[in-house]
Nanobody, 121 residues
C-alpha cells in the first residue's frame, strides 16, 4: 500500500533553514497531490503547502516567500525548503499523499508519521 516517510526536522535558531523530505512508496507518484501540514501543541493542524504532479503549488499565507515546496518525480520525493524560520513555525510537520482519482469522492489519503521542527528564539 501507499506509504510516505518524512525526514529532515530538527532544532534551528530563528532565521535559520531546514529542508524536509517526503519519500513516496507503493503506487504511481503522478497520481498523487502531496501536501505538507503542520500541527503545534494545542493548535489545529494547518495546511502549509501543496504541490500537484504538474508542479503547481499553493502556500499558507504566513509562509509565502519563506517556504518552497518542490517535487522530484524521478525520485518520488517532495521537499519543503524552509528559510527564515520563526519560532511560530515550530510544529510537527506531516506529509500527506492524496490520490487525485479520489478527491471528488472518498478522498483517499496517506499520512506520514511526522517530523518535529523546533525553532528557537
Amino acid at each position: 500500500q501507499v506509504e510516505v516517510v518524512e525526514s529532515g526536522g530538527g532544532l534551528v535558531q530563528s532565521g535559520g533553514s531546514l529542508r524536509l523530505s517526503c519519500v513516496f512508496y507503493g503506487s504511481i507518484f503522478s497520481w498523487y497531490v502531496i501536501e505538507w501540514h503542520r500541527q503545534a501543541p494545542g493548535k489545529q493542524r494547518e495546511l502549509v503547502a501543496v504541490i500537484t504532479s504538474g508542479q503547481n503549488t499553493n502556500y499558507l499565507d504566513s509562509v509565502k516567500g519563506r517556504f518552497t515546496i518542490s517535487r522530484d518525480n524521478a525520485k518520488n520525493t517532495v521537499y519543503l525548503q524552509m528559510n527564515s524560520l520563526k519560532p511560530e513555525d515550530t510544529a510537527v510537520y506531516y506529509c500527506n499523499a492524496v490520490d487525485i482519482r479520489t478527491v471528488r469522492t472518498v478522498r483517499e489519503e496517506y499520512w506520514g508519521q511526522g517530523t518535529q521542527v523546533t525553532v528557537s528564539s
